[in-house]
């Protein structure tokens, strides 16, 4: 942000003076701003607005002006073109691509709902998160009210904005500024990856200062006439603002003190988030390794399966928290066949996990061949056997097992098809 105000007002000084070096150090702000992070590119159109808001330059001294920032922009998207590669697959994770699998009314309902929220937050900063992951925001459709009152604030603004431009008013300014600078982080234009997040609009907040400061300083004389009244009213208000605003960050620094300190305390607010409840249950499950005291250790690891399995309720394919949630119940319990299950539940999903693969069939290995058990460790490995037609193990366990249970038919089966897969393995046998 101070990067793109530095070129704006680098711009303005070239156009005041016609010295070279404003230009070159346009140019070179700009270029800074957009290495720090690629908002930037928005200024492309809020230094040409704000010329023309502010100056009484000609539109083609301001394009020509403003045009030099082209320059930095091409160099720029070469480099992260350069870095990042072509194009990529679509995220199929909603971690990663929240909107993916929705319908058209859904994700734009959504946008609409977390645009409202955009400006309910500005004014109203409470409650506060990091984490806004799915589905913290709900997904809603384009005729819930969440998203048609926002849809017709935005027309308002719009409008306003509209009749505002040739007036040079300069609340037209604040909501083309406030529109530009949001727009790249909007899901509109392309999806950024998550529904929303408090920190994508800090710089379009410049919009929301402006617009207090122009109501107070210039309008709100036009309604309380008195000199005196004005001023103490301005005090007043001042005074609110200032006391509201500065309790909430205070308070709000405290939940970031550590990492530790920011997810637990925003789990409470975003309790409906996958992430959130993945992230607290591994902190709870790492606390629990290193605790001594057993009524404690037992009471973090419940805690840590609780979180999880929030986790998986709002997210069913969420892989790496089936993962750990199969790991807690091994160290909790030595649940064996829980444990199990939520490894074999990761791979239907991923198949990909060779250590999770592995621990799975090592655990499988020391659970006792009684009769029960082993009706059991062939439902799971014929589960195994849909994901791994070809593993070797698989076919000679289920061929071995079969044999126990004197089903001739699919021990011959599977053992064939170990012979044809391993020819030098079958002599080993790893059935105890």
């Not at 530095?6 to 003076?17: C, D, H, R």
């Not at 009749?163 to 406030?178: A, E, P, T, V």
């Not at 091994?330 to 199990?340: A, E, N, V």
């Amino acid at each position: 942000m101070l990067g793109s105000f530095a070129a704006l007002w680098f711009v303005i000084k070239y156009l005041e003076t016609k010295e070279f070096k404003n230009y070159l150090f346009a140019i070179i702000t700009y270029f800074l701003a957009l290495l720090s992070k690629e908002n930037a590119i928005t200024f492309l159109a809020v230094i040409p607005l704000s010329i023309y808001f502010f100056t009484n330059n000609k539109v083609k001294e301001n394009l020509q002006a403003s045009s030099s920032l082209i320059i930095p922009v091409i160099v720029y998207l070469f480099i992260r073109q350069t870095i990042t590669g072509g194009t990529s697959n679509e995220i199929t994770d909603i971690m990663n691509n929240s909107f993916f699998g929705v319908t058209f009314s859904q994700k734009y309902g959504t946008i609409l709902y977390t645009l409202g929220l955009y400006i309910k937050l500005l004014i109203f900063p409470h409650p506060l998160t990091y984490d806004y992951y799915p589905y913290h925001i709900p997904l809603i459709n384009l005729d819930d009210l969440r998203a048609m009152i926002p849809l017709l604030i935005y027309i308002g603004l719009l409008y306003y904005a509209y009749i505002g431009f040739k007036k040079k008013d300069i609340m037209s300014f604040s909501i083309l500024y406030y529109l530009c600078t949001l727009s790249i982080v909007s899901n509109i234009f392309f999806s950024i990856g998550i529904f929303m997040n408090e920190r994508f609009i800090f710089t379009s907040s410049i919009a929301f200062c402006l617009i207090i400061a122009y109501l107070l300083i210039y309008k709100l004389p036009e309604i309380i006439k008195t000199p005196k009244v004005y001023q103490t009213t301005l005090i007043t208000f001042l005074l609110i603002i200032l006391s509201l605003y500065s309790y909430k960050t205070i308070s709000r620094n405290k939940d970031w003190k550590d990492d530790r300190t920011l997810n637990f305390a925003d789990v409470k607010t975003s309790d409906n988030s996958a992430k959130g409840n993945a992230t607290v249950g591994f902190l709870y499950m790492e606390e629990a390794d290193t605790t001594k005291d057993t009524v404690q250790r037992k009471e973090l690891f419940e805690r840590a399966i609780v979180h999880y399995k929030k986790a998986i309720e709002i997210h069913p394919t969420y892989v790496n928290t089936m993962i750990n949630l199969g790991a807690t119940y091994y160290k909790y319990k030595l649940d064996s066949k829980k444990t199990i299950y939520w490894y074999a539940k990761a791979l239907q999903l991923n198949s990909k996990y060779e250590n999770v693969y592995k621990s799975l069939q090592t655990l499988l290995d020391m659970i006792q061949n009684t009769p029960e058990n082993i009706d059991y460790k062939i439902g799971v490995l014929n589960n195994l056997y849909k994901i791994y037609p070809d593993r070797y193990e698989i076919n000679y366990k289920l061929g071995a097992f079969y044999q126990m249970k004197n089903d001739q038919k699919m021990s011959q089966y599977f053992l064939e098809r170990a012979s044809k897969l391993n020819p030098d393995n079958m002599n080993q046998p790893i059935i105890k």
